[in-house]
Nanobody
Framework: QVQLKESGGGLVQAGGSLRLSCAVS????????VGWFRQAPGKEREFVAA????????YYRDSLKGRTTISRDNAKNTVYLQMNSLKPEDTAVYYC?????????????????WGQGTQVTVSS
């Protein structure tokens, strides 16, 4: 079993930055691909970013490219999501998720394990 726990969310003004963390415990972390998704009230969950188990491959939502960076530290069993130049439309609950093996990173259905989420609120 794999457990994921997000942290780092909060209230930030537009134009500010946040770094979200996803701590993974359980089975060998380095075997897992990890993705971030978000869900705003009344909207479907959407892909934000993903990173391969090695960290060699990263994937981003087109609208977030240039102001979002995903990274991982396998020694700390943690994946990070750095978000800059935040906008009110970035307000959502952010979730991290993990999958072992080959995967299509953009689809939430590909992921086997999910965290509880962390709230990000961007004020205008």
């Amino acid at each position: 079993q794999v457990q994921l726990k997000e942290s780092g969310g909060g209230l930030v003004q537009a134009g500010g930055s946040l770094r979200l963390s996803c701590a993974v415990s359980g089975r060998t972390f380095s075997r897992y691909q990890v993705g971030w998704f978000r869900q705003a009230p009344g909207k479907e969950r959407e892909f934000v970013a993903a990173i391969s188990w090695s960290g060699d491959y990263t994937y981003y939502r087109d609208s977030l490219k240039g102001r979002t960076t995903i990274s991982r530290d396998n020694a700390k069993n943690t994946v990070y999501l750095q978000m800059n130049s935040l906008k009110p439309e970035d307000t959502a609950v952010y979730y991290c998720a993990a999958h072992s093996g080959s995967w299509f990173p953009y689809s939430s259905a590909q992921y086997d394990y999910w965290g509880q989420g962390t709230q990000v609120t961007v004020s205008s």
